[in-house]
């Protein structure tokens, strides 16, 4: 399945903006031939944005999420976006993915809040595994510092994720995370990892881009720089097969000692 990752900022504060950002960024992501477009950690209000994230925040069934939807209907791909979700009095730091005929598949709320600023605005969801089928592949969902936690992701391999997206707010001076980190975590799990990042100064923080499509041999299929872009790469069913088939990291698990664990 082709999958288009889209690294940008888009416009903190404005949602209306940010679902125009990402209406352009699916038109382009289909011309490509791309099946599914991921947006990176809060997208659809931007992450600076202080005592806005909840006003801003909305159901995940809300107006916002039925724009997406309308979009991915549109343009004829699925496409996976963080956003504040509200739930009666509670907000989550939340990801949603949508089909191509916008049916919602899978919402995910953050496990493990980063930050003084992520604690005082989210409560932290107690879900770890969300997942859906999307066009023969198993997509799971995590977001950003989530990924950095490697009983998360081993959960996943073990349900059977093939394909894992990480929309991310992720922080200079942690350039390492998206540079080594992600690629390991997507070979000693035998599955893909889109790990699709915010880029620039927002506020006090600096995010760092270097997106990447990152497959199970360690290896990432595209790369960002430190720039608004638009990546496109293939995720390869028969190459992740072929890849587990090689790699017994999965087989030879002993589950029975790792009980220390938790």
Not at 52 to 69: Q, T
Not at 71 to 85: F, K, Q
Not at 111 to 128: I, K
Request: net charge negative.
């Amino acid at each position: 399945m082709r999958t288009a990752l889209l690294q940008s900022s888009g416009h903190p504060g404005a949602t209306v903006g940010n679902l125009k950002v990402l209406d352009e960024a699916a038109g382009r992501a289909a011309v490509s031939g791309a099946g599914l477009l991921v947006a990176p950690e809060l997208f659809l209000t931007g992450y600076a944005i202080g005592d806005d994230i909840g006003r801003l925040a909305e159901p995940a069934d809300g107006r916002s999420a039925d724009a997406v939807a309308e979009t991915a209907a549109r343009h004829g791909l699925a496409i996976a976006y963080g956003y504040p979700e509200r739930d009666g009095d509670t907000v989550y730091n939340s990801a949603q993915l949508v089909s191509a005929d916008g049916t919602r598949l899978a919402n995910y709320r953050k496990t493990h809040l980063y930050g003084g600023f992520e604690r005082d605005h989210f409560t932290p969801g107690e879900r770890t595994v969300v997942q859906a089928e999307l066009d023969g592949l198993t997509v799971g969902l995590m977001i950003c510092y989530d990924v950095e936690f490697p009983e998360n992701v081993r959960a996943h391999a073990v349900a059977g994720t093939d394909l894992l997206l990480v929309p991310t707010a992720q922080l200079h001076p942690f350039e390492f995370v998206a540079e080594s980190l992600v690629p390991v975590r997507a070979f000693e799990n035998q599955m893909y990892v889109a790990y699709v990042n915010r880029v620039g100064q927002e506020g006090e923080f600096e995010f760092v881009g270097l997106s990447a499509l990152a497959g199970p041999d360690g290896v990432a299929r595209t790369r960002a720089g430190r720039t608004e872009q638009l990546l496109v790469a293939d995720v390869d069913p028969a190459f992740l097969a072929a890849s587990r088939a090689a790699n017994p990291y999965l087989t030879d698990r002993r589950p029975g000692l790792y009980g220390s664990l938790t």
